[in-house]
């Protein structure tokens, strides 16, 4: 068993983060030097006008809503008698994407036939600051209808008589699905990988994998001002030590609400679960999680957050029940490249915790973030796609692999 869950670890990762390469295109028309940059979004190929005109050694004309590329020599007679003047080729950015009606079979293919193309002038893309700003909600908000794939490792500082140090880092997918018009499923699924230092010796412990966390939350597609989600929480027993887990399959019901004015998050997570399989030889489990969340977001993608977790052992000896951390950090939505990634810094001391235990922690966060984007959002990331690869060609640099 452990060997097979140490062999899908690598399957996780490699899953998690396909959808994150990206893969850089050049056109070569045959017989002409240079070469023109192709930006992918979403399956669709894009090829800047302007780059392709050059390339191709051809001047560009409109005629109605139709681009016509004119090679440099060709007749006059090629250019229709009703055509345009001649645009800047600065103002054709896009290659639409509207498909022509498809032939009847019987049709010869026409070799003068012209691509339909989009409305001369775009519609104005949604500005950068507009879009970090909405990815700062969806991000605070556990049921929006955001993938993403947080990793977030925890590091509790001072753990056990010898002060030594644990480590867990969570990796936790979040993928929303439709269910009709009205409502949405939200899975969360919370996978630890976990160092825990032996307890009663100043070296040596285990690592592997730690009791894996999925809960699902049912939320409506269009919430009102109080945004919530609610649904069932499990443990699963996937540790690969008895001290990674609690060896016992729970489970137990979730609840998610918050509200978002203006610049703030303001919410809470909660779920008790109660185990009813597993090991016979471990102790039951009846426990609490509560985490609340504050987060201030202010320009350029910061934002200051609060979210500590709290958790209750209902089965623990008195004073030994509650972990109550205190504490905050700062964050940013940004770019790597052209991957939205949501990175942040926290710190939190205990004000209680269970004897043994560690008295404070740090935990660092990236998220990668796949939001669904509009057509003009499409159309903004690939002019400036566009810009980039060709001022790198410019430069003379080659395109990034």
């Known amino acids: 068993m452990k060997r097979i869950l140490f062999s899908m670890l690598p399957l996780i990762f490699w899953l998690s983060f396909s959808a994150i390469a990206q893969q850089n295109l050049t056109l070569i028309v045959a017989g002409q030097p240079g070469q023109a940059p192709i930006v992918q979004i979403n399956g669709k190929s894009y090829v800047d006008i302007e780059a392709l005109a050059r390339l191709t050694n051809s001047s560009v004309s409109l005629k109605g809503n139709e681009i016509i590329l004119i090679p ?210 471990r102790p039951p489990v009846n426990q609490m999680l509560l985490q609340y969340f504050i987060n201030y977001n202010m320009k350029k993608g910061w934002y200051m957050t609060m979210s500590p977790i709290l958790t209750a052992n209902w089965r623990a000896s008195s004073g030994n029940i509650w972990t109550v951390p205190f504490g905050g950090g700062v964050g940013r939505i940004m770019k790597l490249g052209f991957q939205p990634v949501n990175i942040s810094a926290t710190f939190y001391g205990n004000a209680a915790y269970p004897t043994g235990t560690s008295s404070w922690s740090m935990r660092l966060q990236i998220a990668f973030l796949f939001p669904k984007f509009t057509k003009e959002q499409e159309k903004m990331m690939m002019e400036m796609k566009l810009k980039q690869l060709e001022q790198e060609q410019q430069q003379g640099a080659p395109p990034k692999k």
């Open 72 to 281: 440099r020599g060709s007749a006059p007679s090629t250019l229709p008698a009703d055509s345009e003047p001649s645009a800047p080729a600065g103002q054709l950015k896009l290659v639409a994407d509207r498909q022509p009606v498809d032939r009847e079979p019987s049709d010869a293919p026409d070799p003068q036939a012209k691509p339909a193309a989009s409305d001369q002038t775009p519609a104005a893309a949604p500005d950068e600051e507009a879009q970090a700003e909405a990815l700062q909600k969806a991000t605070q908000n556990p049921v929006a209808n955001l993938i993403s794939v947080p990793l977030q490792n925890n590091t509790n500082f001072g753990y056990g008589p010898y002060n030594r140090d644990q480590d867990v880092l969570n990796i936790q997918p979040v993928i929303p699905a439709h269910l009709g018009e009205k409502w949405m499923l939200i899975s969360r699924i919370i996978q630890p990988i976990v160092w825990q230092p032996y307890p009663n010796q100043n070296t040596g412990g285990e690592y592997g994998l730690g009791d894996m966390n999925p809960t699902f939350f049912l939320s409506p597609a269009k919430p009102g001002k109080v945004i919530w989600g609610a649904g069932p929480a499990f443990v699963i027993p996937t540790a690969t030590n008895d001290i990674l887990g609690q060896g016992k399959f729970s489970l137990g019901p979730s609840f998610v609400a918050l509200w978002q004015p203006e610049h703030w998050t303001i919410g809470a997570l909660v779920n008790n679960v109660w185990s009813v399989a597993g090991s016979g030889s």
